[in-house]
């Protein structure tokens, strides 16, 4: 089992940044992935950015709509990883979900909320 915790989101102005953690435990010694995905009211989930932790040298995945403003990063223990987001804008608006794989199976966290807004 792999736990996923959350935290950092909040409110912030357009134009504005902010930096999500998720702390990963349990049997993470062979994590595939990681990264964040977010769901926006009445919108399907998305996959925001992600890491392939296997292979080192991996560069990220980005969705189009985050690229340049958005940036995924692991820690050195490589129990946490980070989504520091930038010029924020509303339609950024979402609650986001850190997201792993192992083995074939999909972790999720409890996710944490996003608004953009002034």
């Known amino acids: 089992q792999v736990q996923l915790v959350e935290s950092g989101g909040g409110l912030v102005q357009p134009g504005g940044s902010l930096r999500l953690s998720c702390a990963a435990s349990?049997?993470?010694?062979?994590?595939?992935?990681m990264g964040w995905y977010r769901q926006a009211p009445g919108k399907e989930r998305e996959l925001v950015a992600r890491i392939i932790t296997i292979i080192s040298g991996f560069t990220p995945n980005y969705a189009d709509s985050v690229k340049g403003r958005f940036t995924i990063s692991r820690d050195n223990a490589k129990t946490t990883v980070y989504l520091q987001m930038n010029s924020l804008n509303s339609e950024d608006t979402a609650v986001y979900y850190c997201?792993?794989?192992?083995?074939?199976?999909?972790?999720w966290g409890q996710g944490t909320q996003v608004t953009v807004s002034s």
């Open positions: 349990g049997s993470i010694s062979r994590l595939n992935t």
């Open positions: 997201h792993a794989t192992r083995g074939g199976v999909d972790y």
